[in-house]
């Protein structure tokens, strides 16, 4: 149906965020252009452009710039032409990252500048409530009072677990359900929220180790282990919202395997997650507090501790090699606390990774270390909120906090 | 840069291979259309759309109709109004499979309607001239004589092996290297060229049993094993064009491992393939000639081979498990010589996906039998050609027979 409401996966939702990013492009690249200027440049019919502009003009997202008042600006005798501008004020956007441990806070301007970041440990049980407090203290710290609130389209967020596509059921039943609404009620504006390590794969890939690559594979090796794939140039999300889990694939598939919290057993997250490495680190004798401390270890030479991580990165340099022949990525970024042990962890991983990735791909994968670390969920959840990354053009369209319209 | 020759993969190429999808997708679900019709319905500038129009008559995938004589075609005393209309004479396209042991035939016109396939075995070491030559016979019993080969615009073809992509180095020196050449000039046409294994996960998911699904896994056990992914609605190629390679994932890592064609060791195209698992079936006492008989003794009820069935299934279905977990399909297709043993092989396949991926996604995941089998290659290698399937939206452009062109 070419009449009403497109549907919001459709492909002609798909053409209008392809025409509106191509505007939005256009006048970052250009700077301020004309209505005219945009139609000349964009291709697109003068309806359809001024369908497209009148709508970013009202989501704040472009604004109507005074016209010059030089020769350039007027033509002959008529009206002097009103340029059009990205908003660098009113297009903020904010992404809160809900990690098991921490939240973490970052905020851009419409021209993708970072205006700030900031986040903070807590205790594993904190209630939402008292997390969402923390989140927004840690929002009043940033931009220095630029970040206006009350100017923002939505929220990007990222949680723990798998989330379900906009009207599918949740695919597990997360304790974070509820957390969308509260959000929406706290801040007054619409929340969108996605796995949070898919949404740090995002913000790699954008900013960070992989920015322009368009093959990636992101682990990230933390108190849970998972990852991301940029496939083709695009976020991939799977069918059911459940790729990049790489931290439930079998790696001890004997009676041995010890079981996970994702209902399995031998997964590679009861072997390579920060407390199974301290738990492991402490059976082989390691005295240490904490994982810092197990990290401090490993940088001082203690061989109980290296040889630990040695085993931990031979099963994810497997589990690597595995998911290379299958995908064909041209980057790996390994990231989160596990990471953080450098070469005693990357060269077990490089060794295994080497040994079963087929012969002919060997060279051809480049192992990276994560460059943006806690802040990547929140800036990932940024980039959703924008949804202007060509990484996202074609990820599942999300209409924030409304229900979902289904038109077919 | 938005004058000049746009870059064959650049975000300005891709958008007027989309505009002309548009096109072609209009023609073909309305039938019939005025430029002006064409026009409203696409949303396209006037300037855009009767240069997309021109560049598709020119290639002869749109022709230009007879005005209708009755009222509904004039417009008032004006002439009448000239249609466009896809073209089911000329735009015929061929695809041709250069297995290891066969070769593969198969044309359909612009409608997308096949003409006719056709197929042959051969011996593996029959030369590359000879292999054309069977070629060519097979092409001349298609379509009872429509096809025209002067009317092709491109010919597909698919081989086995990884293809580099345009202006990339071979990724491994393929005995098929010269083959473009050899046909391009035996045939008087451009010649694109791909993995065939990667084409049949094309033919699949355009027209077989994956046929609408968005996130595919298709995997092929034959006398190589191997396959493709469709992710997020797009053919996956990735980085190197070795994605899908599920036959070199290790299933046995130790030093009993055998050695596989790719120079790796202990890889699943060493248990799973149809050589492999006649070889397995022979020393577990099957006296049988060749994998037809192998088929036939397990549909008998054979013990000893239904044993070799459930082992070869138990591995297949862990790699299938752990890359389900990484990529998240919501089908998976088996296809292949292997995969007609039935209910032996995908029982245990079953079992073994369901043991190991994770299970929040055990009933998620769909398995199914190919649909297309032999032909599959060529089917797929005819929507390369085309290149109007929205799967193959984000796949590399290809020059088909030229050297790329760079302006950057």
């Known amino acids: 149906m070419l009449c009403g409401m ?33 139609g000349r440049l964009s291709g697109l019919s003068r309806t359809t452009l001024y369908d497209i502009v009148a709508a970013l003009v009202d989501s704040g997202a472009v604004a109507t710039a005074a016209p010059a008042t030089d020769a350039a600006g007027k033509r002959g005798r008529g009206r002097p032409v009103e340029k059009l501008t990205l908003n660098p ?69 990222g949680v723990v677990g798998p989330v379900g596509a906009p009207g599918e059921e949740a695919t597990r039943a997360g304790d974070s359900d509820g957390l969308p609404g509260l959000l929406a009620k706290r801040f007054g504006v619409p929340v969108l929220v996605d796995n949070n390590t898919r949404l740090a794969a995002l913000a790699e890939a954008t900013w960070g180790a992989a920015a322009g690559d368009e093959d990636v594979l992101y682990l990230k090796m933390s108190y849970g ?35 996970c919290e994702c209902g399995g057993t031998g997964c ?75 070469a005693a962890l990357l060269e077990p991983v490089e060794r295994a990774l ?19 670390d806690e802040s990547g969920g929140a800036l990932g959840a940024i980039a959703l909120v924008l949804h202007e990354s060509p990484l996202l053009s074609r990820y599942p369209a999300q209409e924030p906090g409304s229900e979902e319209e289904d038109d077919a």
Chains 1, 2 share one sequence.
Do not use: M
Not at 125 to 152: H, K, M, N, Y
């Open 89 to 157: 004020g009113a297009g903020q956007a904010l992404g809160i990252d809900f990690a098991r441990r921490a939240v973490h806070v970052a905020a851009v301007n419409v021209a993708h500048e970072v205006i700030g970041s900031a986040g903070e440990a807590h205790a594993a049980d904190l209630p939402w409530e008292e997390r969402i407090d923390l989140a927004e203290r840690l929002v009043g710290t940033l931009g220095q009072g630029a970040l206006r609130l009350s100017s923002l389209s939505a929220i990007g967020v």
């Open 6 to 38: 497109p549907q919001p996966d459709g492909p002609l939702a798909r053409l209008r965020r392809g025409h509106e990013s191509l505007v939005l492009g256009l006048l970052r690249k250009h700077g301020p252009l004309s209505r005219a200027e945009l």
């Open 225 to 259: 282990v998972g990852g991301g794939l940029i496939v083709g140039g695009s976020l991939h999300r799977g069918a059911y919202g459940l790729s990049g889990e790489f931290g439930h694939i079998t790696v001890e598939p004997g009676p041995d395997g010890r079981p």
């Open 354 to 372: 080497s040994a079963h990735i087929q012969p002919i791909a060997r060279h051809r994968v480049d192992l990276r270390r994560a460059a943006i």
């Open 268 to 342: 590679l997250e009861t072997v390579a997650s920060a407390g199974a490495v301290l738990d492991a680190a402490r059976e082989a004798g390691c005295d240490v507090a904490d994982f810092p401390a197990l990290i401090a270890a490993v940088e001082g030479g203690d061989a109980a501790a290296r040889g630990v991580f040695d085993r931990v990165g031979t099963a994810v340099g497997e589990v690597l090699a595995a998911t290379c022949n299958a995908i064909g990525p041209g980057v790996i970024v390994l990231g989160g606390e596990v990471a953080a042990a450098g």
